[in-house]
């Protein structure tokens, strides 16, 4: 009962006996550190589970899990069973990212698709690992998933924008240099641009201005907020892909109306 009660507190029970005679029972705790809870819901927030294994028993596998806030837990976890846990994630075509810092935990971090070793921990943990976190801070993956899905949506978004770019600007100009030979492209030529020349000139300009702005972005990066795949995916089309559409339309407009005031062509 007294076991059961340190462990149903989130410690775990060290029984001091002599003889087969228990004498008392030591209340060892893992203190969960501040903001874990908030950062696994930030994880989450990205689509992604968080398992936490353990060779704690059941009852105090469970407390420390929802204390630290994390999706599902492994008792009494051997190396062995850490590694059917992470293959049977990626058999379904998951990613699976570990964490650790023991020798118990090597075998997971050499089969997890990225394993980030704690730089405290043993030689053996940080041999087997991808990455060795300097910090020692568990955590340390979110930032590691940020990074790179913001340089996936830093490439995407560019590429998303300088397709709809392109495709916008042709449609543009296109009719309006072709009007001449072929009239029934004044149908598509719903930009009203002043001639052939001035088409020409502003989707030239404009190409010269919009690159420059797309410089700081490639450079800094795509914003990243942590929310759902398909939210995320929703957002950028709108904003690069409908963005990509709409602004060379305008921009052009106001180059080549600009263009025919000054009389450059």
Known sequence: EAANAVAKAGGTPLAVAINNQIYGIIYLKDTVKPGLKERFEELRGMGIKT???????????????????????IAEAKPEDKIEAIKKEQAQGKL???TGDGTNDAPALAQ??????????????KEAANMIDLDS???KLISVIAIGKQLLITRGSLTTFSISNDVAKYFAIIPAL?????????????????SPKSALLSALIFNA???PLLIPIAMKGAKYKAMDGNKLLSRNLLIYGLGGVVVPFIGIKVIDIIVSVLHLV
């Open 209 to 211: 201005i919009i690159i």
């Open 178 to 194: 072709f009007i001449m030979t072929i009239p029934q492209l004044q149908s598509l030529n719903i930009m009203h641009l002043a």
């Open 96 to 98: 699976v990212a570990m």
């Open 137 to 139: 801070d568990p955590t």
């Open 112 to 125: 997890a698709d990225v394993g980030l070793a704690m730089n405290s921990g043993t030689m053996a943990a």
């Open 51 to 73: 398992v936490m294994c353990t060779g704690d028993n059941p009852l105090t596998a469970a407390t420390i899990a929802r204390e630290a806030g994390v999706d599902e837990f």
